[in-house]
């Protein structure tokens, strides 16, 4: 699976949107974007996945650029619960396989 | 429909103990996986199981082992337990085959473990 880049810290106001960027330069065609996040001390939530097209579901917005060598995902009206570990994993799909390589992933903290 | 569940939350064990953890999937799910999350390592990945058998290990050493069962609930042990061992253990399901979700896993809560 490709490696990916991220900021290790943002913070953001409460009811403005988060962007959170991601760099997966070395990614290659047939390898998906995905997004978790862990709240303190529980397990990792899934929030959103994508392979080229822009997605959108009711947690937040994945936009990858036409190059996919990057995305960012949108969480458009951050509150305080969206204070979290956000983490950005690019895997293949078909492997067989569900492994989830977890980098350091990027701490939002989100102020009132 | 429920989520992963794992028991126990929390064990507190001594050194050279042994300790089991058990993980019931979401309904449907025939694959878990197993992690092990330390502020040190992060989040690492220990082994996979479908229809029970292993199909992937990560880089641990033999004292870690799983097995799942029929109904696809899971469990894993850790023999001789090493101060090192203290984390918090994650299992997580994954749909069938198929489908725009077959390659998301669905984490459960947890179980932390204090080796003393």
């Known amino acids: 699976d490709a490696k990916t880049t991220q900021p290790p810290s943002m913070d953001c106001a409460e009811g403005r949107a988060a962007n959170l960027p991601c760099n997966h330069s070395?990614?290659?065609?047939?390898?998906?974007v995905y997004w978790y996040r862990q709240i303190h001390s529980q397990g990792p939530q899934y929030i959103i996945h994508?392979?080229?097209?822009?997605e959108t579901n009711e947690m937040a917005s994945l936009i990858i650029t036409e190059d996919r060598k990057s995305s960012t995902l949108i969480l458009p009206h951050a509150t305080l619960r969206d204070t979290a570990v956000y983490y950005c994993?690019?895997?293949?799909w078909g492997e067989g396989y569900s492994t989830l390589t977890f980098g350091k992933g990027t701490m939002l903290l989100v102020s009132p | 429909k429920a989520g992963v569940t794992q028991t126990p939350r929390y064990l507190i064990k001594t050194r050279g103990q042994q300790v089991t953890l058990s993980c019931s999937p979401i309904?449907?799910?025939?694959?878990v996986s197993w992690y092990q999350q330390t502020p040190g390592q992060g989040l690492q990945f220990l082994f996979e199981?479908?229809?029970?058998?292993?199909?992937n290990k990560g880089n641990f050493p033999g004292r870690f082992s799983g097995r799942q069962f029929s109904n696809s609930r899971s469990e894993m042990n850790v023999s001789t337990l090493e101060l090192g061992d203290s984390a918090l253990y994650l299992c997580?399901?994954?749909?069938?085959?198929?489908?725009?979700?077959?390659?998301?896993?669905?984490f459960g809560p947890g179980t932390r473990l204090l080796v003393l």
């Open positions: 997580a399901s994954r749909p069938p085959i198929g489908g725009r979700y077959q390659e998301t896993q669905y």
């Open positions: 309904s449907g799910h025939r694959s």
């Open positions: 199981y479908f229809s029970e058998t292993q199909r």
């Open positions: 070395t990614i290659s065609g047939n390898e998906y």
């Open positions: 994508g392979l080229k097209n822009n």
């Open positions: 994993i690019v895997r293949s």
